[in-house]
């Protein structure tokens, strides 16, 4: 028995190298459109430049798409990973889009075995794989999955088939190579706008304390003239009076140091 065997039956997933896949080599499943194949770059292309935020989500529909498959999504390896929560699906479309923010185990994991090896593999998920996880979903007979790099993060995108037990071919797998680097692009060009956020953001709160700094001075001023005028004279204020006359300056001296202390979990508030 195979180690690939292997892992079918003991996990229900089945993870084949495609460059070690004769068979798949062979496959001359679909006739390529090539107007909707420009059409579909056209969009994420647009969305590239006018909507970045939307990019992941535009790259899944196209691989439903242009590929025909049932399901597509692109998967994450988490900041804050654990071996429970390893990979996250940041983007789903078609017959898994309700998964979308799911997260995965470490292993049993498809997308580990991709990651690993550092290819596009041909992966099929049993009824096993499932019940392992707890969660009802489409059982996958047929899937490329291929990995990519954004510097230190890394994942997949996958599409699937869920009835048919060959359904995408050489074509299909040269559409994916192209969305998976544009997942890769994609996933670096929303790290940098946040980045950029976060830099704003925290200029905008050094600009406001600055300001909120000078503003404090003035009830603070008021606030030591009347204790001082009022050790100095030669009647001194009764207490209801004294603190009558604090009570103003007190009050704005409390609300910009509100203002002030909030600046930090402003700054670092995720966007």
């Not at 059409?39 to 590239?48: K, P, V």
Request: aromatic share 6%.
């Amino acid at each position: 028995m195979s180690a690939l065997t292997s892992m079918a039956v003991d996990t229900g997933l089945e993870v084949v190298d495609l460059f070690e896949d004769a068979s798949f080599a062979r496959r001359l499943l679909h006739e390529r459109n090539v107007a909707m194949q420009m059409e579909g770059m056209s969009r994420l292309g647009h969305a590239f430049v006018e909507n970045p935020d939307t990019i992941l989500q535009e790259l899944v529909n196209a691989a439903v798409e242009l590929c025909g498959a049932d399901s597509s999504g692109i998967s994450i390896e988490r900041e804050n990973k654990n071996d429970a929560e390893f990979y996250e699906w940041v983007a789903t479309a078609g017959e898994y889009a309700g998964f979308l923010n799911a997260t995965l185990p470490r292993s049993p994991s498809a997308c580990g075995m991709c990651l690993e090896r550092g290819r596009p593999q041909l992966f099929r998920v049993t009824q096993r794989f499932f019940d392992l996880m707890g969660i009802e979903a489409p059982t996958v007979t047929d899937g490329l999955l291929l990995p990519w790099v954004s510097g230190e993060t890394r994942g997949t995108i996958w599409i699937m088939a869920h009835g048919r037990d060959e359904a995408f071919d050489g074509g299909d797998l040269r559409m994916m190579q192209m969305l998976a680097d544009f997942a890769a692009m994609g996933v670096r060009q929303q790290r940098q706008q946040k980045l950029l956020m976060e830099q704003a953001v925290h200029a905008a709160a050094a600009g406001m304390a600055n300001e909120l700094a000078h503003r404090i001075n003035n009830p603070l001023q008021s606030i030591t003239n009347i204790v001082y005028l009022a050790g100095a004279g030669k009647e001194p204020k009764d207490a209801k009076t004294l603190a009558e006359e604090l009570a103003e300056p007190i009050q704005r001296l409390s609300v910009l140091a509100a203002r002030l202390l909030s600046l930090p979990r402003a700054a670092n508030r995720p966007k």
